[in-house]
């Protein structure tokens, strides 16, 4: 409270705290079942080889559909190895962006706007009580919840998400 505070007014305030978990990093494996192999004849100039020796490698991702070609160098097992590097990088991008859309998603469920009106928790000094607005729990342990006690907030917390996963039928 301000020392310019003489009329004993009590003073509010709000904070927004966001605590996001660290994007997971993945790799991408393929299973070579899933890869289908065209062998052709390399096209363009090139001297020798062209038209004439199945060089050539088109590599399709059967679940995804992407596809990755090439034609570059006159071993047909470097051109394979060269199409299998491009089609793994053309999934992991596919892969990522979905990773990332997700992350974005859960992201936006989590954040609230920050302002007055989307409460979260409220510590009322005066009384020592602590509301948690989301599940409705009131408690009368302010200086324990701020000396680190919270597992009553957390376990009833865990016990509303899990009732609602419940209601949605979503929980395994």
Do not use: W
């Amino acid at each position: 409270m301000p020392d310019t505070e003489t009329q004993g007014r009590v003073h509010t305030s709000a904070a927004s705290v966001v605590v996001l978990p660290e994007a997971d990093e993945f790799d991408i494996e393929l299973n070579p079942s899933d890869i289908r192999k065209d062998l052709f004849c390399a096209s363009g100039p090139g001297g020798q080889s062209v038209n004439t020796t199945y060089s050539a490698v088109r590599l399709t991702h059967i679940p995804t559909g992407i596809i990755a070609q090439c034609q570059d160098q006159k071993s047909q097992l470097k051109n394979y190895d060269k199409a299998l590097q491009v089609l793994r990088s053309r999934i992991y991008e596919v892969e990522l962006q979905k990773h990332l859309e997700d992350i974005s998603k859960k992201r936006k469920t989590m954040v609230s706007t920050g302002d007055r009106s989307a409460k979260v928790r409220t510590y009322n000094y005066p009384q020592g009580r602590v509301t948690e607005h989301r599940i409705s729990l009131t408690m009368y342990n302010l200086p324990g919840v701020m000396n680190g006690d919270i597992q009553e907030i957390l376990e009833a917390l865990q016990f509303a998400e899990n009732a609602e996963k419940l209601k949605e039928g979503t929980i395994a």
